[in-house]
């Protein structure tokens, strides 16, 4: 499988120099392959987010490297990796415009990584093609694409997130505990909706979560950071074969500490 994503040797230190100086990530070097699905899990402050704000440009590299399809993207600025890179956040808000209508949303989606007007016209062959995506999704929402974003609950408004997000299909998803934010069923809804897009997509993607079921559940590949590094990265067979109560074991052997469940857990 030919290499989609690779990290060199990163390194990320908050208010260097000062005396709360935080060196968050310690030289992180991962390799994801096309069609790699890796879930991330680690606790509070471990880095998952820096990681990710890393990859997507949010947060200029300060040592090592990022590359992307053999493209050297270290020093390239969010917007020019926006054609590439998508990401869904945990706040639903976060990915739509509120005050447009669904199809506008996904009109502008289209768009992505291009310079793009305030309100997007809609042509009649695009809502087609977005009726059809939308009903792919199975929440009666075909129905609804001249409705304002805002109206919906957090809940659909994340499932339309993830359609855009993968509408022009990116090199490479990032999904910051994207499901966090909605009640357990909604949760279970758009975890399967993300799996189906990935898979029939094979997208490469990466999700930050703190539930452990999902982190082993989703995917092909799980890694824990911890103090800035990679401390377990399980594929293939080692991840399938996980419990909760296994990776909780390898984590106390990979670190040589205790370990609450919920000190992972607990957002
Ligand atoms: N822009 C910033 N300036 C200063 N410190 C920061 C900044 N962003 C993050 N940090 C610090 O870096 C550490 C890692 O934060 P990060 O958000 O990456 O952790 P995380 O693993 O995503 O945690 P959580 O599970 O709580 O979301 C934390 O101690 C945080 O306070």
Redesign the pocket.
Known sequence: MPEVLKIKNLHQT??RGTVNE?R?LRGIDLNLEAGDFVTII??????????L?SIAGT?PIQEGQIILNDTDITKLPVTKRAKNISRVFQDPKMGTAVRLTVEENLALAMKRGQRRGFRPGVKKQDRKFFKKQLAQLNLNLENRLETEIGLLSGGQRQAITLLMATLQRPDLILLD?HTAALDPQTSITVMQLTEKLISEQHLTAFM?T?NMEDAIRYGNRLIM?HQGRVAIDLAGEDKQNLTVPKLMELFQKHVGAGLEDDAILL?
């Open positions: 908050f208010e935080n968050v680690g606790s509070n402050g471990a880095g998952k987010s820096t990681l704000n947060l505990e930050v703190h950071l957002a």
